[in-house]
């Protein structure tokens, strides 16, 4: 049975912060995203990345870094929390098929 | 870049009912996907359905690829059925899943 798994599917966090959302796939899929979820505006992507070390900005990488050191792990990065990043975080990785974690939803206070 | 409509964004069922979800797509695609988001927001993969037919127990669903549109058919709608259903599609000259607005179905008992 195929899975990615994220961290956490809650957490709390203070602006400010440094967050880090860590996702791990088991399909040896190359490609992964990030993406955030917000009401009345859909999937956006965050950053995406090809293979290990690789990175590409989505439509809205502001304020968000990534880390790919390995292939089935693709972190993403808040480096100082800020309200307007509260949201539903969504992970996924993909061959033919993409396939999403089961989201973490980050509230940022 | 191309364009992902679903049709109807709305849709109100009793239990048993059966509904079409209509994904039209502007330009030639190589992957469409069709998703559930549960109520907790986790995205369920449905089909992968580039082109023709599949089925899975009570669901089942119709690419024609070169009609540009596909069809999701819900039969003997569940309270579980309930959610947004996504079409996603990647085109020939992108690599990202470009997704539709989504239909949100609620399935009354």
């Known amino acids: 049975d195929v899975k990615v798994t994220q961290s956490s599917r809650y957490l709390v966090k203070r602006t400010g912060e440094k967050v880090f959302l860590e996702c791990v796939q088991d399909?040896?899929?190359?490609?992964m995203f990030w993406y955030r979820q917000d009401p009345g505006l859909g999937l956006r992507l965050i950053y995406f990345?090809?293979?290990?070390?690789?990175?590409e900005k989505g439509d809205i990488p502001e304020g968000y870094s990534v880390s790919r050191e390995k292939k089935e792990r693709f972190s993403l990065i808040l480096e100082s929390a800020s309200t307007n990043q509260t949201s539903m975080y969504l992970c996924?990785?993909?061959?033919?098929?993409?396939?999403f974690g089961p989201g973490t939803r980050l509230t940022v206070l | 870049g191309i364009q992902v409509e679903q049709s109807p964004p709305d849709l109100i069922l009793q239990e048993g009912a059966n509904s079409t979800l209509r994904c039209n797509f502007s330009?030639?695609?190589?992957?469409l996907q069709w998703f559930h988001q549960n109520p907790w927001g986790q995205l369920i993969n449905l089909f992968y359905?580039?082109?023709g037919t599949k089925q899975n127990g009570r669901l089942s669903a119709t690419t024609v690829a070169t009609e540009r549109y596909s069809l999701l058919y819900i039969s003997s709608s569940q309270t579980t059925d309930s959610g947004v259903y996504f079409c996603?599609?990647?085109?020939?000259?992108?690599?990202?899943?470009?997704f539709g607005t989504g239909t949100r179905l609620q399935v009354f008992p």
């Open positions: 996924a990785s993909r061959g033919f098929e993409q396939f």
């Open positions: 399909m040896d899929h190359e490609n």
């Open positions: 990345s090809y293979d290990v070390k690789m990175k």
């Open positions: 330009d030639s695609v190589n992957n």
């Open positions: 359905i580039p082109s």
């Open positions: 996603a599609v990647i085109s020939y000259n992108t690599d990202k899943l470009i």
